[in-house]
């Protein structure tokens, strides 16, 4: 077995839960911060045989990871392997400036915090407890700490925004200069209580997200941002001495390498198996504290549906996907054929690579990627 390079850490405390997220989260109890934290170390314990030394990325999600009790939060990452990427995402209104250091002096090199918006009355309706303010202190005690990769994460389609709501989110995004950028359209689940309560205007917003999008692209990559995922964005190498900031740990996602997730919910992809831990929190302490493996469901993956995934993940970058036998057997060519004389595709022909979407192709993104992948 090939050793893994990339672990997914989920802490899923939070102080609220926003209406909108489906996320395995869980609000307060904190008073089962100090086990949990526990049971995560004893399940890396229990699978860190499966990993490099030392390990490409390491990405804390949640929840909000910097909810946790930062005592706990780092004795966690004091017991976590070695890095070359550690990655935390955070709340505007958890960050303080010790926290910041603490975090930096623990070893994480990269934050993703999360603003949402910038709009009092949109943050309002994403029920976010961070006012503006709280996204830009927040932001200055991470710069304030040495952190020179943030990651600012924005909504838009959110119900009641404006075009003009859009432009001044972003106009504030550039006036702090993160290093990086992720803008994703608001996608609201069935089943959560904010559907219930904007239905309709969500449905009216949905009518505007090809025009948001093509907004959101357009800004950034004029104000120097690299379009290089979907929904994500870095500076340009060259504004920043020639760094390479991409997001390295979805990198890897969408790369389709394996990665090992501990922790409630959390998701590992080893040698051809999937498996998700089963997203009850006193289930997974008291099994780790039996130093049992959590319940889990475990899929096997066979090669058809990796090809699979590999075409329709690589073809989220801005980098062509090089089409090895297997990649190529999941490949509609016809449907190449027919999108590429479409101006929506180019390169993949039979036998030979590399694939990739135009830019009027990644534009409609899912929609030509479904066609390209054979049935």
Same mark, same amino acid.
């Given at each position: 077995?090939?050793?893994?390079?990339?672990?997914?850490?989920?802490?899923?405390?939070?102080? /609220?839960?926003?209406?909108?997220?489906?996320?395995?989260?869980?609000?307060?109890?904190?008073?089962?911060?100090?086990?949990?934290?526990?049971?995560?170390?004893?399940?890396?314990?229990?699978?860190?045989?499966?990993?490099?030394?030392?390990?490409?990325?390491?990405?804390?999600?949640?929840?909000?990871? !910097?909810?946790?009790?930062?005592?706990?939060?780092?004795?966690?990452?004091?017991?976590?392997?070695?890095?070359?990427?550690?990655?935390?995402?955070?709340?505007?209104?958890?960050?303080?400036?010790?926290?910041? /250091?603490?975090?930096?002096?623990?070893?994480?090199?990269?934050?993703?915090?999360?603003?949402?918006?910038?709009?009092?009355?949109?943050?309002?309706?994403?029920?976010?407890?961070?006012?503006?303010?709280?996204?830009?202190?927040?932001?200055?005690?991470?710069?304030?700490?040495?952190?020179?990769?943030?990651?600012?994460?924005?909504?838009?389609?959110?119900?009641?925004?404006?075009?003009?709501?859009?432009?001044?989110?972003?106009?504030?995004?550039?006036?702090?200069?993160?290093? /990086?950028?992720?803008?994703?359209?608001?996608?609201?689940?069935?089943?959560?209580?904010?559907? #219930?309560?904007?239905?309709?205007?969500?449905?009216?917003?949905?009518?505007?997200?090809?025009?948001?999008?093509?907004?959101?692209?357009?800004?950034?990559?004029?104000?120097?941002?690299?379009?290089?995922?979907?929904?994500?964005?870095?500076?340009?190498?060259?504004?920043?001495?020639?760094?390479?900031?991409?997001?390295?740990?979805?990198?890897?996602?969408?790369?389709?390498?394996?990665?090992?997730?501990?922790?409630?919910?959390?998701?590992?992809?080893?040698?051809?198996?999937?498996?998700?831990?089963?997203?009850?929190?006193?289930?997974?302490?008291?099994?780790?504290?039996?130093?049992?493996?959590? #319940?889990?469901?475990?899929?096997?993956?066979?090669?058809? !549906?990796?090809?699979?995934?590999?075409?329709?993940?690589?073809?989220?970058?801005?980098?062509?996907?090089?089409?090895?036998?297997?990649?190529?057997?999941?490949?509609?060519?016809?449907?190449?054929?027919?999108?590429?004389?479409?101006?929506?595709?180019?390169?993949?022909?039979?036998?030979?690579?590399?694939?990739?979407?135009?830019?009027?192709?990644?534009?409609?993104?899912?929609?030509? !990627?479904?066609?390209?992948?054979?049935?």
């Amino acid at each position: 077995m090939s050793a893994v390079r990339h672990l997914y850490v989920h802490l899923p405390f939070c102080a /609220h839960r926003c209406g909108y997220c489906d996320f395995v989260t869980v609000v307060g109890r904190e008073s089962m911060h100090a086990c949990y934290v526990s049971a995560l170390i004893a399940e890396l314990e229990l699978h860190g045989e499966v990993l490099a030394d030392p390990l490409e990325t390491i990405f804390l999600g949640g929840g909000t990871p !910097t909810f946790t009790a930062p005592a706990e939060l780092r004795r966690l990452l004091a017991a976590l392997p070695p890095a070359d990427e550690v990655t935390i995402e955070a709340n505007p209104e958890t960050v303080t400036g010790e926290l910041a /250091h603490a975090l930096r002096a623990s070893g994480v090199s990269r934050v993703s915090l999360g603003a949402q918006s910038f709009q009092p009355h949109l943050l309002e309706i994403l029920e976010r407890q961070a006012e503006p303010d709280a996204v830009r202190r927040a932001f200055y005690d991470l710069r304030g700490a040495g952190f020179d990769n943030i990651s600012l994460d924005l909504i838009y389609g959110i119900p009641g925004q404006s075009t003009s709501d859009l432009d001044a989110d972003l106009a504030e995004t550039f006036a702090l200069a993160p290093e /990086h950028v992720s803008a994703y359209e608001l996608e609201a689940k069935p089943r959560t209580r904010f559907t #219930r309560v904007h239905g309709n205007e969500l449905e009216r917003q949905a009518e505007k997200m090809e025009r948001y999008f093509e907004r959101v692209v357009e800004t950034l990559v004029r104000a120097g941002y690299r379009w290089y995922e979907t929904a994500n964005f870095c500076l340009e190498a060259g504004l920043v001495g020639g760094r390479d900031l991409r997001a390295r740990h979805n990198m890897a996602y969408w790369r389709a390498r394996d990665y090992l997730g501990i922790g409630i919910g959390a998701v590992s992809t080893v040698a051809g198996t999937r498996w998700r831990n089963a997203p009850n929190l006193t289930n997974y302490v008291e099994a780790l504290e039996r130093t049992e493996a959590p #319940r889990r469901d475990v899929e096997l993956l066979d090669a058809e !549906t990796r090809a699979r995934e590999r075409l329709m993940l690589g073809l989220r970058l801005d980098e062509p996907l090089v089409l090895d036998a297997e990649v190529s057997h999941a490949l509609d060519h016809a449907a190449r054929a027919r999108l590429t004389w479409r101006g929506l595709v180019q390169g993949g022909e039979p036998e030979s690579g590399p694939l990739a979407l135009t830019r009027r192709g990644r534009f409609l993104g899912d929609a030509v !990627t479904a066609e390209l992948v054979a049935g």
